[in-house]
């Protein structure tokens, strides 16, 4: 005699549950493998100094962007010390090993890209930001979607979303709009839903 035995009820909890950002959009599509290492395997990577830098400079620029938006001064001191101060509390807080005296100099790469956007970008030092580094989530259940999340650097008059990026290297104008169309769309929805 045969006995059928159903097989136990696991409970799976889906990647694909979780709501999505546009850095997990590209990523998947992009490279599935390491989007499975990242999101599924949840296999994490030491923090690299060129994420340190990158996260150090988005933060300068964040501070900026707030100082102007609360009516704040914004000159190259005041951005500088709270600069300084997301550097060191960062390195505290999630260390990276560098070698000899490359810590100084990757400080003093960040800071000196801070200090270029400063100088050319195209927001005017005096306009007030409609928003900076706002949260935004969209359920896009009733469309079969999951929810989409994301942090928008910038906002400024008339809903002009900007999200300042790092590079190694200078970016080919070409292939910027390709590289980051995911996120400029998924942003674009994000703040029209809002």
């Not at 997990?24 to 290492?37: A, G, I």
């Not at 100082?67 to 000159?75: A, D, E, I, L, V």
């Not at 060191?88 to 807080?93: D, G, I, N």
């Not at 090993?97 to 801070?114: C, I, M, N």
Request: aromatic residues 8%; contains cysteine; glycine residues 6%.
């Amino acid at each position: 005699m045969i006995a059928l035995v159903e097989p136990p009820k696991v409970e799976r909890h889906s990647v694909l549950d979780e709501p999505v950002s546009a850095s997990r959009l590209t990523l998947f599509h992009s490279c599935r493998l390491k989007f499975f290492y990242r999101y599924v395997a949840k296999i994490q990577k030491p923090a690299s100094a060129a994420l340190h830098v990158g996260k150090a400079v988005h933060a300068g620029l964040q501070h900026w962007s707030k100082r102007r938006w609360m009516g704040k001064p914004c000159g190259a001191e005041e951005i500088k010390a709270d600069f300084e101060n997301h550097w060191a509390h960062s390195q505290a807080e999630e260390p990276v090993v560098f070698e000899a005296d490359e810590e100084e100099v990757q400080r003093e790469k960040a800071w000196g890209l801070v200090e270029m956007y400063l100088r050319e970008t195209p927001v005017p030092p005096e306009e007030k930001p409609e928003a900076v580094e706002v949260g935004v989530e969209a359920d896009l259940s009733s469309h079969g979607l999951p929810t989409l999340r994301g942090f928008i650097d910038l906002v400024r008059p008339g809903g002009l979303i900007v999200d300042f990026k790092t590079t190694a290297q200078t970016p080919n104008e070409e292939q910027v709009f390709h590289r980051n169309e995911t996120q400029l769309t998924a942003y674009g929805l994000l703040y029209s839903l809002l």
